[in-house]
């Protein structure tokens, strides 16, 4: 994973510079990292390492909370000085394609885990590894990590980088609620806030 590019991105929440991560310049679904200016590695840094969503975080799809989630990641990594590492793993790894067949089958009573074991894959496909490698090369040693699930801050043991959780909640609402509670129940993601009794 070498970075192939590096340019300013300013934005409504600020100024960033975006940095494209693939194995070669070819690649046309790059990783994409944005560093908040005056980013400073010797600091402990807020990171947010953010999965693709199309539906989501384009289209404001209401099925879920990742739009909501990568609109505050950008205002509080301005804000903070930090980082948003987005990776190009849409539907937790299975693809855009499998996803909307995914949704069809929540539309029938799946949840978001059953859909896809129904299709055939892992209830979260996602690789991380990557994180690691592109959090040194910008010379990063302390991060707090804007998230809420549990698997990502195990990417950072025996990493070298030592990581502490910073909740990003987003209230649930009507249409999202399922997909929530089900993260919460079955996948260990740590949502106090998000889920009323």
């Known amino acids: 994973m070498i970075k192939q590019v590096e340019a300013v991105m300013p934005t409504k929440w600020g100024n960033f510079n975006m940095l494209a991560y693939a194995d070669d310049s070819g690649n046309l679904m790059p990783h994409i990292v944005m560093v908040a200016r005056d980013f400073d590695p010797s600091q402990r840094v807020l990171v ?15 099925r879920c909370d990742c739009g909501e989630q990568l609109e505050k990641s950008l205002q509080l990594t301005n804000q903070e000085k930090g980082i948003i590492i987005y990776l190009r793993q849409e539907g937790r ?4 394609i499998n996803k909307l067949k995914a949704y069809n089958l929540q539309d029938q009573g799946f949840d978001t885990i059953d859909a896809n074991t129904h299709l055939g894959f892992e209830p979260d496909e996602r690789d991380f590894s990557m994180v690691i490698q592109i959090l040194k090369e910008l010379g990063v040693q302390k991060i707090n990590l804007l998230t809420n699930n549990p698997l990502k801050l195990e990417v950072f043991d025996n990493s070298g980088i030592d990581a502490e959780r910073v909740a990003l909640e987003i209230p649930s609402h009507q249409e999202n609620f399922g997909y929530l509670k089900t993260k919460k129940d079955k996948m260990g993601h740590l949502l106090n806030e998000s889920l009323p009794d």
Do not use: V
């Not at 947010?48 to 209401?62: A, V």
């Open 48 to 62: 947010r390492i953010h999965s693709e969503c199309l539906t989501g975080d384009l289209f404001g799809s209401k």
């Open 93 to 96: 790894g299975i693809g855009i």
